[in-house]
């Protein structure tokens, strides 16, 4: 089985922070870091130094999305405060499935969340490809 995550995070959230909430997200569903296909973000995270140092630990292409073609995917949970914030409702599941190619009914994890050490946010999605 090969998976997308889709990440979220605040800004400035390390990339331990990052790493640990997905290996979480890995464990709940049953998978393991071989079996990541693909990883994705809001493009306003483009520049953001942990998302890239994991990807770049894992040798992921990190994907990212605009955030109008996030708000075009239909997702579980979405979020005013998220909307808010980056325009579309949804990060971390939205980019999941689009990275998957896949719908909501893909989804193996919905939205998980680490808060760090130091306060920072991160949230994981993961979504089985076709």
């Not at 994705?40 to 999305?65: C, N, P, T």
Request: with cysteine.
């Amino acid at each position: 089985m090969k998976i997308a995550l889709g990440l979220g995070c605040d800004r400035g959230t390390p990339a331990a922070t990052l790493e640990q909430a997905v290996a979480e997200a890995l464990a709940a569903c049953g998978a393991c870091w071989a079996q990541v296909a693909a990883a994705a973000s809001i493009d306003l995270k483009a520049d953001e130094a942990g998302l890239l140092e994991l990807a770049a630990r894992q040798g992921w292409v990190l994907r990212f999305y605009p955030a109008a073609e996030l708000a075009r995917v239909p997702v579980p949970h979405p979020s005013e405060t998220v909307r808010k914030y980056t325009g579309t409702p949804s990060v971390s599941e939205a980019a999941a499935l689009l990275a998957a190619g896949s719908d909501m009914s893909r989804l193996l994890i919905e939205k998980h969340k680490l808060r760090g050490p130091d306060g920072r946010n991160a949230t994981v999605s993961i979504a089985r490809l076709p």
